[in-house]
């Protein structure tokens, strides 16, 4: 069963379940996500789910942290994923996030973002990351609105076209 991890004003944010599958389905081949994050090649609802289970929910099950499924509060309508990621290819945790084109640009990434931002605090995290196309004026412009500060260009694997690596060190409260 899926739970809440974070809610704000707008959001509430929660662990990954196999009924979300159609979302992720229609998520992962939304235009900006295969422009901006990649082709993933998932098509069918079965590979979808598979994906699920194989990342969101593993991670959070291994780590007890992954991508969240993000949703309005005040209708449940699943609009994005927001949530922090452990990649082989970096040296730390990242921020990662995605929404669907009709919920862009109303402010939602950056509520959802900034919560877990705080999350990662209470978890114990010193220092978050984060990567994105150098392309993606609006997520390289959200990533600064965070707080987050660019470090360098990176290749996570050899042949790719390379990202933007931004870091974020999180001070600790008592």
């Known amino acids: 069963m899926s739970r809440q991890v974070l809610a704000t004003p707008r959001l509430r944010l929660r662990t990954a379940h196999p009924d979300d599958a159609d979302f992720y389905l229609a998520l992962v081949n939304d235009p900006g996500f295969l422009e901006h994050i990649g082709d993933r090649g998932i098509r069918t609802r079965e590979e979808a789910l598979q994906a699920l289970l194989d990342g969101p929910i593993a991670m ?24 922090l990621i452990k990649r082989e290819t970096l040296d730390g945790v ?13 402010g939602y990434a950056y509520e959802a973002g900034m919560a877990v931002l705080d999350h990662a605090r209470r978890l114990g995290l010193k220092r978050v990351l984060a990567i994105t196309s150098p392309n993606n004026a609006a997520s390289n ?4 609105k965070m707080g987050m500060r660019f470090e360098r260009f990176v290749h996570l694997v050899p042949d790719d076209a390379g990202s933007n690596l931004y870091s974020l060190d999180i001070e600790q409260t008592i």
């Open 141 to 144: 412009g959200l990533l600064r």
């Open 94 to 106: 990242d921020i990662g996030y995605a929404y669907l084109a009709p919920y862009c640009g109303r």
């Open 60 to 83: 959070q099950e291994t780590r007890g942290h992954s991508l969240y499924v993000v949703e309005l509060k005040g209708s449940g309508t699943l609009i994005g994923m927001c949530g």
